[in-house]
């Protein structure tokens, strides 16, 4: 089992920053790709990011149009923890922000369905 925890989560105003961390612990790997997804209330789940592990695409990153720019996702093989940092934050951006980790050797990266193991989520505000 892989247990997933964010962190950094809070309340901001537009144009703001925050870093979220994923901190990864149990059977896990450096070649896991990891995964940023969001979910605002009412809407669907949808993908925000992802880095793909080591040994694989060398970690290469993916991003959803909605944050291309104002997003970057990078992670430390070492602590095997995954950060989102967050720019010019708007107000669309409000979400709970979910950290995903997928075991599976291909497939695509933009799907909730490639992740097998899910963090609990952390809230992220920003005000108008």
């Known amino acids: 089992q892989v247990q997933l925890v964010e962190s950094g989560g809070g309340l901001v105003q537009a144009g703001g920053s925050l870093r979220l961390s994923c901190a990864a612990s149990?059977?896990?790997?450096?070649?896991?790709?990891m995964g940023w997804f969001r979910q605002a209330p009412g809407k669907a789940r949808e993908f925000v990011g992802a880095?793909?592990?080591?040994?694989?695409?060398?970690?290469?990153?993916y991003y959803a149009d909605s944050v291309k720019g104002r997003f970057t996702i990078s992670r430390d093989n070492a602590k095997i923890t995954v950060y989102l940092q967050m720019n010019s934050l708007k107000p669309d951006d409000t979400a709970v922000y979910y950290c995903?980790?997928?075991?599976?050797?291909?497939?695509?990266?933009?799907?909730?369905?490639?992740?097998?193991?899910w963090g609990q989520g952390t809230q992220v505000t920003v005000s108008s």
């Open positions: 149990g059977r896990t790997s450096s070649s896991y790709a």
């Open positions: 995903a980790a997928s075991s599976y050797s291909s497939g695509t990266v933009y799907y909730h369905t490639f992740y097998d193991y």
């Open positions: 880095i793909v592990g080591i040994g694989r695409i060398g970690g290469d990153t």
